[in-house]
């Protein structure tokens, strides 16, 4: 029972690492005020891009560079239509969201003929799982050489960031003066403006960083997890991390939480395939959806007020003088 709630925590670790990240990404736009619902989008793009520049080139850190880079420029188009035009945030997210998942299977069937599938990574050209010093030694002694060959060694290099990164942004969005200045455009960009600072810069900086984060997060998907790109593979992960930012109340600690939850319940699905009760299997697909289903009902029955942001999604006008 201990081996096996140790594995279950081990698969939780892995399924959250792409949640957690597009948490931060969209904490840091919507503290902000931009909405970013195009976290789906720019997780899709970022794991087509990052799986074909690792193909291609044989590195898996040339395929976070291309990733990143591609999510950056899709934040800055989301930007581009939402805080420089003042378009409507959610529209222009969705555009991005439909743009990613009909492009990234056309530009795969073009490219690499395989039905919109990259091919396989191998070597270099993905992240493979680090042993912690001293994991194999300590493997054979009950409790603690589970815990630590299993649990906390073993995990690829984005796993270990996402965790480190949390805490950098609960420093950076709370302990710094940059971190002040993009709360206080999310709640009052008008006294923002009146201040000297740039409404319009913060945003575009925020945007920035939400672009590098989901895109490390989108690339974790291809190059770490899977090894291989498949069309249409965050299925909904962008959507499951803004609800766990909402559910999390936009702060890191309990946003990260929230994606833990929802990676368990991503994994309990995944170990419960093929179960049946007495003679009457159950469905896969009744097996699959479950996370989406409990992910549902937590945020509808047990978040709680979540008080966003005041100005999230008002596009600012700056005053005439």
Not at 33 to 62: D, P, Q
Not at 144 to 155: C, F, K, T, V
């Amino acid at each position: 029972m201990f081996e096996t709630i140790i594995l279950m925590l081990d698969a939780t670790v892995r399924m959250s690492t792409p949640l957690i990240l597009a948490a931060l990404a969209g904490m840091f736009s919507e503290r902000s005020g931009v909405v970013n619902i195009a976290l789906e989008g720019k997780l899709l793009s970022a794991a087509f891009a990052g799986a074909a520049t690792a193909h291609i080139t044989g590195s898996a850190w040339m395929g976070v560079l291309a990733g990143c880079a591609v999510s950056v420029l899709l934040a800055l188009l989301h930007g581009f239509a939402s805080i420089t035009h003042r378009g409507d945030q959610v529209v222009s997210g969705m555009a991005i969201n439909i743009l990613a998942a009909g492009l990234t299977i056309t530009l795969g069937r073009y490219w690499f003929h395989q039905g919109g599938q990259t091919p396989a990574l191998s070597g270099a050209a993905r992240f493979a799982p680090i042993n912690l010093p001293g994991a194999e030694a300590v493997q054979d002694i009950p409790v603690i050489g589970l815990l630590y060959s299993e649990l906390i060694s073993g995990h690829s290099v984005i796993e270990y960031l996402a965790f480190f990164i949390v805490p950098l942004a609960w420093y950076v969005l709370f302990k710094t003066r940059f971190g002040l200045r993009l709360r206080a455009v999310g709640e009052s960009p008008a006294a923002v403006d009146t201040a000297g600072i740039s409404v319009v810069g913060m945003r575009y900086s925020a945007m920035v960083i939400c672009g590098l984060l989901v895109g490390l997060g989108g690339v974790y998907l291809s190059v770490g997890q899977t090894a291989q790109f498949i069309p249409n593979m965050s299925a909904g992960k962008g959507y499951m991390a803004l609800a766990a930012l909402i559910f999390g109340k936009w702060r890191p600690f309990t946003a990260m939480a929230a994606c833990l939850l929802f990676g368990f319940l991503d994994a309990l699905a995944i170990r419960l395939q093929g179960v049946s009760i007495g003679d009457v299997a159950i469905p896969v697909q009744a097996i699959e959806a479950l996370p989406y289903l409990l992910t549902v009902f937590l945020l509808a029955g047990f978040i709680g007020k979540a008080i966003a942001p005041k100005a999230i999604g008002v596009p600012y006008t700056k005053e005439r003088e």
